[in-house]
């Protein structure tokens, strides 16, 4: 599962806001807003939660589980090395399909 330090250090490695990821994710800023106060595991819907990792692994953003392939180990988050999605492009990706 994804947590909310997470959620924010993905945001920071994209440069975006919480507004931007909103809309790319088709949710509300207080959606994102709660998802990234929690200290620990996101809770909410399986949907929203989704979306959010659909976002932001479409931009670009590797989201690291514990016991995942990391040297420090732990939760994380890394940029990938193959060509991402801009987050525009996922924004636009998500109107186009009415999300």
């Not at 492009?89 to 009415?98: Q, S």
């Amino acid at each position: 599962m994804i947590t909310g330090p997470q959620i924010r250090a993905a945001r920071a490695l994209l440069g975006i806001d919480q507004r931007a990821l909103a809309e790319m994710a088709g949710l509300s800023v207080p959606t994102i807003q709660r998802m990234e106060a929690s200290g620990s595991t996101v809770g909410g819907t399986v949907g929203s939660l989704t979306r959010v990792v659909t976002a932001i692994e479409g931009a670009g953003v590797e989201l690291i589980t514990d016991g995942g392939a990391s040297i420090a180990g732990g939760r994380g988050v890394r940029l990938r090395q193959m060509q991402a999605t801009r987050p525009d492009d996922a924004l636009e990706t998500n109107r186009r399909d009415g999300k």
